[in-house]
């Protein structure tokens, strides 16, 4: 299937350009969930892109009017018209049958964002990426909104909830829209109100980037789903990752000095977007300390590995029972 994306792309916008950066890593057949109007950018590389959203080009019109004048960007065709918090799309779709999943401010919308990440690593043939992109709640209207905890989604997964609650839109319009009046059911208009929210979809919840590390180390060991961290950045309004498909959950080891490497290097991009007095020398200090620590880190790691392979290097010796009691002796002797 020709892709929407071999037309030619208008020039990007500032905030576009990390996003393009790290699609770079994508290639092969991909899908794409819940598009909109800002479908990701992809290269050469890719040989097919299909789209995965409930609302088509002419439904998202009418329920979002004030994105008339970017509708034109909205893919031409959805190849699977679903629900895909409701539908099992990695069955409709194909166990392991993509090379890359990309889901752009996409989770944040999900009541189960947690069985979502599980049918995506179904989805995925084996070493598939995930782009997998989240808002910055201190960069939107959820600024003022409490971050949405962990247990709250186990929850919601546990029941196996998939329906937007009243009380979760209600939360949703006086945390982010903070009217006068707190909204209540008693409040004119109550019912029509909640009805369109749950008919476009809201932030259901509020992330940083800690709250998505928290997730994907929780999916991969309480849920069998683990994810490496391959590349990412934070911008001023997102956190971005490109996670691969895995079986070894031991990939989350690694989240650490990985993460400090992303983070880093984010520091230094904003470094040379912005003026230098954007960052205070404590800031630098700081960023460099960090640095210094993920070093490390990874060599603490490495020292133990070399002396894990020593061990069991002695351990597999003719000699090593004789070894092993005359170390015993030693010590008895002391």
Not at 4 to 11: A, E, H, I, Y
Not at 147 to 154: A, V, W, Y
Not at 210 to 228: G, K, S, T
């Amino acid at each position: 299937m020709a892709s929407d994306q071999t037309k030619k792309m208008p020039t990007p916008l500032p905030h576009e350009l990390p996003r393009r950066r790290l699609a770079r890593e994508l290639q092969g057949d991909g899908i794409e969930f819940g598009p909109g109007c800002h479908p990701l950018p992809l290269t050469r590389l890719v040989t097919r892109i299909r789209y995965c959203d409930r609302f088509d080009k002419e439904t998202f019109a009418q329920l979002f009017p004030e994105l008339a004048d970017h509708i034109d960007s909205f893919p031409s065709t959805i190849d699977f018209p679903l629900d895909f918090e409701r539908e099992d799309f990695d069955q409709v779709i194909g166990p392991a049958s993509v090379d890359f999943v990309i889901a752009s401010h996409v989770i944040e919308h999900l009541v189960n964002p947690l069985l979502f990440l599980s049918r995506v690593h179904r989805l995925l043939r084996n070493g598939g990426l995930f782009y997998l992109a989240i808002p910055d709640k201190r960069a939107f209207f959820d600024r003022d909104r409490r971050r949405t905890p962990l247990r709250e989604l186990i929850d919601r997964h546990e029941r196996g909830t998939f329906d937007l609650t009243d009380e979760m839109i209600v939360r949703f319009l006086n945390e982010a829209e903070q009217p006068e009046t707190p909204i209540t059911p008693t409040t004119p208009g109550y019912h029509e109100r909640i009805a369109d929210c749950r008919r476009r979809s809201i932030h259901t919840n509020v992330w940083l980037a800690d709250d998505l590390i928290e997730i994907l180390e929780y999916v991969a060991r309480h849920l069998n789903v683990p994810f490496e961290i391959v590349d990412g950045l934070a911008t001023d309004i997102e956190f971005i990752l490109i996670l691969r498909q895995t079986s070894d959950v031991r990939a989350i080891d690694r989240y650490p000095t990985v993460l400090g490497r992303i983070w880093f290097d984010s520091y230094r991009h904003a470094q040379e977007q912005y003026s230098d007095s954007k960052f205070t020398k404590m800031e630098e200090l700081i960023v460099g300390a960090h640095q210094q620590l993920m070093v490390l880190d990874e060599r603490a790691r490495e020292t133990q590995g070399f002396v894990k392979r020593i061990k069991g290097a002695l351990d597999r010796l003719p000699i090593a029972g004789s070894i092993s009691r005359w170390v015993s002796n030693k010590k008895s002797d002391e």
